[in-house]
């Protein structure tokens, strides 16, 4: 069974209609990415799928988002669990401004752990999985906001694997970084694979082929193309996912 599916997913701001019947499948413990222009669709695509965009004025949609067989747009859906299970990681890092202990212990008082102890493990683990432990362990009471971007996204990362989601949502999460850290967080995505499944928005479709194993084309609100990463690069079946992939537009 895919662990994300969408069926006839449509989505309107008001009266103009951003996605326009997607149907897509994301299969687990692998990374998918979303390439198109600018103003494709491709990042409401993605916050769909862990209901962000309810949080705009005049949104409305039609169709399903599956995850795990269970559509997540029905009224019985509890939105704060849904987005423990669907972290999101941001274009630009967005710690709090706390400590970097209290970043990465955020989530898990709010979903209730207290003991001291408890959190100081989660912590730990958390900070380990996005190799930032032997850096930070006698730092984690500076402010999180002095830490370099990449450190930043990093930590930022890690606030979402303490609260042990299955999928993490990246949109464009190396846009501000410069390209020695783009590798090290690309590097830091396959190790995740191994535990989440991942879907990425990205400009970047060097980073696409790079990371991923399944690309969609989007383009005006529609999935123009989906498959194998290397197929879709290689021998893209839409004339109009080969003519954005050689450069003739977007």
């Known amino acids: 069974m895919n662990k994300i599916e969408t069926k006839n997913l449509s989505l309107f701001y008001g009266t103009f209609q951003a996605l326009i019947d997607v149907n897509l499948s994301v299969e687990e413990k692998m990374i998918t990415a979303l390439i198109g222009p600018s103003g494709c669709g491709k990042s409401t695509l993605l ?6 965009n309810d949080l705009i004025d005049g949104v409305r949609i039609t169709g399903e988002v599956l995850i795990d067989g269970e559509n997540i747009y029905g009224k019985e859906t509890d ?7 669907v972290g999101m990681v941001f274009q630009r890092p967005n710690p709090f401004p706390l400590s970097i202990f209290d970043n990465v ?3 898990p008082r709010t979903h209730g752990s207290k003991n001291k102890a408890e959190l100081e493990d989660i912590v730990e683990k958390a900070l380990k999985h996005v190799e930032l432990w032997e850096v ?4 984690l009471d500076h402010f999180a906001l002095n830490l370099s971007l990449e450190q930043q996204q990093r930590l930022c990362i890690a606030r979402l694997v303490a609260v042990t989601p299955d999928i993490v949502l990246m949109d464009e999460p190396c846009s501000a970084l410069d390209p020695v850290a783009t590798q090290r967080i690309e590097e830091l995505m396959f190790e995740l694979k191994k535990n989440y499944t991942i879907v990425i928005v990205t400009h970047n479709m060097q980073q696409a082929a790079r990371v991923s194993q399944r690309t969609g084309f989007m383009l005006l609100g529609k999935l123009v193309e989906y498959g194998e990463t290397r197929q879709v690069f290689t021998t893209p079946r839409e004339k109009k996912t080969e003519e954005y992939i050689t450069g003739r537009y977007g």
């Open 47 to 52: 916050r769909t799928l862990n209901r962000m």
């Open 79 to 85: 939105l704060v669990l849904l987005r423990k299970k």
């Open 105 to 107: 212990a955020y989530g």
């Open 136 to 139: 930070l362990k006698d730092k």
